[in-house]
Structure formats: C-alpha cells, structure tokens
C-alpha cells in the first residue's frame, strides 16, 4: 500500500501553527565560509531554535493536531536526544504529558534537558533493544500516541519549515544540503524547496559511519543497517522512513557522507569564525560544503545548520585535540 504522503501544503499549514511559538531563525553568512567554498553561503541557524534544534517544529506541529481525546491520553516517543527535547517542550507548552524512550548513552545534557522541560525518561540499550518495539508497549499500556522522530506527517511538515523560511528570505538557490538522519529534515526541506526554489539541487548529507540513506538512494529501497558510532549522534539511524524515502527519492538529488573529523574541523569553524556552538550532527551540511565533499563554487547555497545542543566537557575535548 502506497502511504499518504505530507505535501507543500502541509508545510504551508505547519508554519502558520507555528507563527509566535517557534523561533524564526536568522540566517546568517560568513565571508570566511564564501572564501572557502568559493561560494555565497546562506546558513539557516537551527541551533538557535527554542531547545536548540529544527525539531522543534515537527514536535509542535505534531502535537497542535492532537484531538482532545489524544491530549489527554499524552504522547511517547524515542530519540537519541533533540527529538526528546522537543517534544517534553512543545508537550509542556500545550499541556501535554510525554514519556520519552532514551538511550543509556545518549549525553546527559540532552536528557537533562529532557527531564527539565518535564518529560518523563525510561531508557534502553541502543545496541541490543528495540525503541519502537517498547514505544510500542507504552502505547499500547497507557492510550498515548506515538509521535516518532521522523516518519510522521505532521513531523515531516513541520520540519519544512525552516527551509519555508530560508527561501522566503533569501529568494531561490542552486543548492541546498540538510543534515540527515531519519530523514525528517530532508524531506521536509525537499518539499519547501521543490515548492520555492524549484531548480534547486537538494543534497542530504550522512556521518560515512551510518550511510544507510545514500545505500538506500542507490539500492532503490531502504538499507538497514546496525547501530552507527559516529559523533553525529542526532544522525546514528538505522534506516529511513516509509515517509522520508519516497520524498527523498522524489526530490533529493543525491546523498553524499563526511567523516567525524570533518565534522569536528567544521564545528570548530563555527566556533572560531562564527561564534557559534554547534553540535556535530548540525554540522553535516555545512561540512559537505566546507570541505568540498560537494563543488559548489559559483553557486548560491543554502545551508541548514541543525542544531546546538552538546554536552560542554565533550564540545571542549573535540575542539581542543
Ligand atoms: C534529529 C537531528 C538530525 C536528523 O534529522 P532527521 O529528521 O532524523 O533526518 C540532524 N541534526 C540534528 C541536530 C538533529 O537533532
């Protein structure tokens, strides 16, 4: 069965239910970033959105479209972390109670976070367990709807948004690269894209440890493949959604990977040049362009960095080797 899937519209619909409660990100430039890449970089912030990170927007969006019955009955879902946040914040703001499923190793500024935006944790192990599978279970215990991090049409529509607002704002561009896990963001910033700035070239961009979504793209179907260890942490799936991979089959012109140190030259970069904390996963778009993965010189680019949330001691360490 062919699954419904969010359209430009859905976007259009997200951002109007986000209007006054998510962040309107500034989209910022570097001549340093131009020279490197020989390019005019446009970087759309995320990691100044509210809790840090694009999701936000799905998470807010997702729980706007509750009905009462399904408020009341509160929400889980599993992340390795930002996906946590955002959803114990846009609960907490709308008077929702969520229970989030969260890895024994996810980093533990991440869970406090989760915790302090009044999220409820129960944890598992990321190499041996099944996070759906015990979503799964809490559903089915306590009537909550599961809000996944990724593969969920209101998600997906809400995650749109912020390349919505990069094109609205910068006009139309030859590029555009999106960090990319389950492919919530990439999806999303096709369809805005497609809609917007329809002769744009849409890249996603992997940790080379979890090039599950580039196999995929290839294979034509999607690739699973075992837990990745790589410092993009917010990246580290396994496989994409039965909603992502066909929009990203439809609109993504291709997937390319950067290493773990390119994402830390990268972090670095944006410490240095642009003072600005970004965590490693909000670096791989930008790293695709930095480091030449893709030549884009001449072009217009627009990049989402997306998100900021690192534990410091870690952020320290990495910057400092
Ligand atoms: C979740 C996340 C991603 C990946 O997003 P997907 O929608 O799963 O592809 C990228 N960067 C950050 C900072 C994230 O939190």
């Known amino acids: 069965m062919q699954p419904e899937l969010p359209t430009y519209d859905d976007v259009v619909r997200a951002s109007e239910r986000l209007a006054g409660n998510a962040h309107r990100t500034p989209v910022l430039t570097s001549a340093t970033a131009d020279a ?21 927007r799905g998470g807010y969006n997702a729980i706007a479209r509750l009905t009462p019955e399904q408020r009341a009955a509160g929400v889980v879902t599993f992340s390795s972390g930002n996906h946590a946040q955002a959803i114990a914040l846009a609960s907490k703001l709308q008077g929702v109670q969520a229970t989030i499923i969260m890895p024994l190793d996810a980093p533990a500024a991440k869970r406090a976070a989760t915790e302090g935006y009044g999220g409820k944790i129960v944890t598992y192990d990321r190499y041996t367990e099944d996070r759906e599978a015990i979503a799964r279970r809490i559903q089915a215990e306590t009537g909550a709807t599961l809000i996944p991090p990724y593969d969920h049409e209101d998600v997906i529509a809400g995650q749109g948004t912020a390349a919505k607002e990069l094109f609205e704002e910068v006009g139309e561009l030859d590029y555009l690269f999106v960090c990319l896990g389950g492919g919530g963001l990439l999806s999303g910033s096709a369809l805005s894209a497609f809609a917007l700035s329809p002769r744009c070239l849409v890249y996603g961009v992997e940790p080379e440890a979890g090039n599950d979504g580039q196999q995929s793209l290839r294979k034509g179907e999607i690739v699973r493949i075992p837990a ?13 959604g039965n909603l992502t991979f066909p929009l990203i089959q439809k609109h993504v012109r291709d997937i390319v990977t950067v290493t773990d140190e390119q994402l830390v030259s990268t972090m670095r970069f944006f ?12 670096c791989l778009g930008a790293a695709a362009v930095m480091q030449n993965v ?17 534990d410091l001691p870690n952020y320290a360490k990495l910057l400092a080797a």
């Open 36 to 56: 490197i890449s020989g390019a005019s970089v446009f970087f759309k912030c995320e990691n100044f959105q509210r809790m840090g990170a694009f999701k936000f």
């Open 228 to 240: 990745p260890k790589t410092l993009a942490d917010g990246a580290a799936t396994t496989h994409l």
């Open 271 to 282: 410490a240095e040049r642009m003072k600005m904390v970004v965590e490693p996963t909000g």
């Open 294 to 310: 893709v030549p884009v010189r001449g072009a217009r680019v627009g990049v989402i960095i997306s998100g900021g949330n690192v």
